[in-house]
């Protein structure tokens, strides 16, 4: 069955309020459409969520927004890739009740906010470096999406993994009353991560933009038998040999994304992130690792 469209608030509180006062929750996939297998499985997940909270489970929301907000200058916001008849179908097929998918003036009547998100100083490293203001964005749009739709859990990409990390923080720090699910990276089968950005890419680069997973298994595999510096010395062998592949920053930290300290103990778990231009493309992905203990590791890739 195709899900109801909700244009404007107004619609999407008719669609719900029901709903929430029968007492079933209500789950939330934010996305900014071009969906693909990657979205599909966050829905499944945030079905389940639902699900696992009582029998009658609960209305699943997709949001499609393509958020001015979180694009800096320069960057692809008019050529975003805009598939809303293709996204309808897939969450019908992913069971969802409700596509919230307002237009700008919905979501920011009178034009752009005075008052955002601010990130924390988790918004200026890795993504944030090199799109300043980015975090900033992406935090007031979700804030502004779980007040709109006052969502029980809200399930994001692993992909995005800073995204997720300084969502799930902002619940936290805010007491927002959302509980926020990170749902597992998919994958081509070359291990090429899923992103609605992969459609920019041609049939050459298409190719080379595989050295990111590939750089990141090999990690995966050299930081298991000794630690995070034989870590980034073999992600970086792979990307040094890749064609077409201009790495923006390779860094290893802990989960939360603090730090990594110089001296980890056994089975440290870690995640290990990369972002890379591939033509104009720009790509990121990113693993949990577990390490091995070394003395004297070097946390973050010195170069970068
Ligand atoms: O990951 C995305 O698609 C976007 O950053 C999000 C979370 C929907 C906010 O616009």
């Not at 980034?232 to 890749?242: E, F, G, I, S, T």
């Amino acid at each position: 069955m195709r899900p109801a469209v909700a244009r404007t608030r107004a619609e999407l509180a008719d669609l719900l309020s029901a709903r929430r006062a029968a007492g079933e929750r209500v789950a939330l996939v934010p996305t900014m459409g071009a969906l693909h297998a990657g979205h599909a499985s966050l829905m499944t997940v945030a079905r389940e969520a639902v699900a696992a909270g009582g029998p009658a489970g609960g209305p699943l929301v997709v949001s499609i927004f393509v958020n001015p907000l979180q694009f800096g200058p320069g960057e692809d916001l008019d050529r975003y890739p805009r598939t809303f008849d293709a996204d309808l179908e897939v969450c019908a097929r992913a069971g969802v009740d409700v596509v919230f998918a307002p237009s700008v003036d919905e979501v920011y009547p009178g034009g752009l906010p005075q008052v955002t998100v601010h990130p924390g100083p988790l918004g200026d490293v890795l993504e944030g470096r090199t799109r300043p203001g980015h975090f900033a964005g992406v935090l007031t749009v979700v804030a502004k999406l779980f007040g709109l739709v006052r969502p029980d859990v809200a399930v994001f990409g692993q992909k995005d993994y800073q995204q997720l990390v300084l969502i799930a923080r902002m619940a936290a720090d805010l007491c927002l009353g959302v509980e926020v699910l990170g749902a597992e990276t998919r994958r081509e089968d070359d291990g090429l991560a899923l992103s609605s950005r992969n459609v920019y890419l041609d049939p050459a680069q298409r190719r080379d933009a595989v050295a990111l997973s590939r750089a990141l298994r090999a990690a995966g595999e050299a930081g298991a038998a000794r630690g995070g510096p034989a870590a980034l010395d073999a992600a970086r062998a792979v990307l040094d040999a890749a064609d077409g592949v201009d790495l923006d920053y390779l860094e290893l930290a802990l989960p939360d994304l603090s730090p990594l300290p110089a001296d980890v103990a056994a089975d440290t778990e870690a995640r290990l992130l990369v972002a890379a231009r591939v033509g104009a493309t720009r790509l990121i992905d990113n693993l949990p690792l577990t390490l091995a203990a070394v003395d004297g590791a070097h946390p973050r890739d010195p170069d970068h």
